[in-house]
């Protein structure tokens, strides 16, 4: 079954503790990127990658980090959480940079205490 | 500055009767417009799109309606059905701006039986 998934789906952690939240997709797509979504303000770009080793700041990057070592794979890193990050994660993939339509995973609530 | 707006909060309607979302924007670079749909615990599902050069597309009981001159476009679920109960986001890209969809901040779809 073609999907992206995401690890872990919840998450509770506490201020300055580093954590990855995963992202894999297993449709050979060349284009992945990180949303988060904060209520009353919609979805909101966080970075993207529009090929392995190739990455760039979306509209929020501020306190996140990404990586594309493997096509399949695009890990948000938040090195040092902060209670601001507390969000709700999308990742989505897309077959190429400008394909229209983006596949996204089922999400991942983060709180930062 | 919001480039897409999706005024409405919340619409409720009844089961068989049509159910109009509203979407404007106000870029007018925007080349391509999407409406993806989002369940409770799950990712955003693309659901139709239409392209800036095309005033309407249709897709069985999805239609979705572009006025370029109002910068407004609408989505149309005819006949409406309790499954539709969702949120449903207004998403727009422009080729110039770069890859991120830009999304609403996104209107729940109730509809009772």
């Known amino acids: 079954e073609a999907q992206v998934t995401q690890n872990p789906r919840y998450l509770i952690t506490v201020t300055g503790k580093k954590l990855t939240v995963t992202c894999s997709q297993n449709m050979n797509h060349e284009y992945m990127s990180w949303y988060r979504q904060d209520p009353g303000l919609g979805l909101r770009q966080i970075y993207y990658?529009?090929?392995?080793?190739?990455?760039d700041k979306g509209d929020v990057p501020e306190g996140y980090k990404v990586s594309r070592k493997e096509k399949r794979n695009f890990p948000l890193i938040l090195e040092s959480p902060s209670p601001n990050q507390t969000s709700l994660y999308f990742c989505?993939?897309?077959?190429?940079?400008?394909?229209?339509?983006?596949?996204f995973g089922p999400g991942t609530r983060l709180t930062v205490t | 500055d919001q480039q897409v707006k999706q005024n409405s909060p919340s619409l409720s309607v009844q089961e068989g009767r049509i159910s109009i979302l509203n979407c404007d924007y106000t870029?007018?670079?925007?080349?391509?417009f999407l409406w993806y749909k989002k369940y409770p615990a799950e990712g955003p599902t693309f659901l139709i799109s239409?392209?800036?050069?095309?005033d309407k597309n249709e897709d069985g009981r999805f239609t979705v309606f572009l006025n370029k001159s109002a910068k407004h476009l609408s989505l149309h679920i005819v006949p409406s059905q309790p499954g539709d109960s969702a949120v449903y986001f207004c998403?727009?890209?422009?080729?110039?701006?770069?890859?991120?969809?830009?999304f609403g901040k996104g209107t729940t779809l109730s509809v009772s039986s």
């Open positions: 989505a993939s897309s077959l190429a940079a400008f394909s229209y339509e983006q596949y």
């Open positions: 239409i392209s800036s050069i095309k």
């Open positions: 998403a727009a890209r422009s080729f110039q701006a770069g890859t991120a969809l830009i």
């Open positions: 870029n007018s670079m925007f080349d391509y």
């Open positions: 990658s529009m090929n392995v080793e190739v990455t």
